[in-house]
Each structure stands twice: as C-alpha cells, then as structure tokens.
C-alpha cells in the first residue's frame, strides 16, 4: 500500500486542480507508464460517487472507513465541499495521522484554508487563495501568518500547499517529494507544460 497516492475529493471538488499531478505519475512523457512508481486512488467520504464542481462523476476507491493506514502520500483536491461544516471536520483526524507519521501531505485552493483552520499550516511556510481567505478560515487556530509566502505553491517539510491557479505548480511540488522522476526530468516536465509545446520545441531546435 506504500506507493499508493490517495487524493480525498469531496462533492464539488475542483477537478482540474488533480489533472496534472496525476497524470505525471500514471504517464511518462511518451506514453501511460508501465511500472509506475506511485498509483493513484481515490477517497471519499463514502464509497457512493462524488461529483466535481464541472458535473463529472467519479467512483472513489475508498471510503474514509475503509481506507489503508499505510500510503505514500495524502492530496487534499479543492472545491466548494470544503466550505461544508461537517464532512470536513471528518478530515481532520486524517490529515492528523498522515502529518504525524511523515506522510507527505498535499492541499489546494480551499483545502489549502482547511489545513489553516484545523491548525495544520501553523509550523511550516505555506500558501494558499490568499491570506486574507487564510486568516478567515483559520480564525483562532491560525497564529502563522509570517510564514505565508504569497507564491503559487509552497513545499516545507512534508507538506505541500498551492492556490487554485496553481494546479501545475502543486503537481511539481508533489513530484518532487515524491522523488516519481529525477529532479531534471521534474522540471523538464514542468517547463513543457508551463511554456507550451511551441515554445519547448523551438527552444530545443535553437
């Protein structure tokens, strides 16, 4: 269960904010990779289908009862379920243990403010929609707005936090925790996706 990367999606989540990191870990730059080093499952609150904020339906693979205690990394996808009371607060005992173990820990976009309000940013430089939504949310249990970094995505220690124009820059992050490729091949994939395939190629034929 060790390789396994485990990404919770709550009803409304923001399905572009998983693409990138995801798909890096399942393909290589050519084609859908054969021994993968990590494998990507999905956590719901349930084992019944969660629906991204853009209509789509996704068949989670655990439930939070049901899932392993033992995986490589733990992805918070972001969306309007965070702003729900009750299934997040379900979160929290996860994210607790997955921190306390030094499983690497992944938040974007609101779930990025959950980790803020649940106490979780409060040692380590991190990012998020802004600080203005960090102090909101976090209310009371936030003390570390000096450690904000007003970046499009932040790595310290075992966690990994991103707004959510920044799915790109997560996935690298993560990536890059992960140790899935070579820190070159990291950023050579990064650079492709961020210039665009025109300018890559015309820089690697100059």
């Avoid at 203005?132 to 970046?151: C, F």
Wanted: net charge negative.
């Amino acid at each position: 269960m060790k390789n396994e990367v485990l990404y919770i999606l709550l009803n409304d989540y923001a399905d572009h904010e998983s693409v990138f990191l995801a798909g890096a870990i399942s393909n290589d730059a050519v084609a859908k990779r054969q021994h993968p080093k990590y494998i990507n499952k999905v956590v719901a609150p349930t084992l019944e289908p969660v629906m991204s904020c853009s209509g789509f339906r996704i068949l989670p693979d655990y439930s939070f009862d049901t899932m392993p205690e033992d995986y490589a990394a733990l992805v918070l996808i972001g969306g309007y379920g965070w702003m729900n009371e009750e299934v997040p607060s379900k979160v929290t005992p996860i994210v607790k243990n997955a921190i306390d173990k030094g499983i690497i820990v992944g938040a974007i976009c609101n779930a990025a403010s959950f980790m803020a309000k649940c106490g979780f940013l409060n040692q380590v430089k991190h990012t998020g929609n802004g600080l203005d939504q960090i102090r909101l949310w976090g209310g009371e249990s936030y003390t570390n707005e000096q450690g904000y970094v007003n970046a499009q995505a932040v790595s310290d220690g075992h966690i990994v936090t991103a707004n959510g124009s920044a799915s790109l820059e997560f996935a690298k992050e993560m990536l890059l925790l992960l140790e899935n490729d070579p820190a070159e091949a990291i950023e050579m994939w990064y650079q492709f996706f961020k210039q665009g395939y025109v300018q890559m190629m015309s820089q690697m034929r100059g």
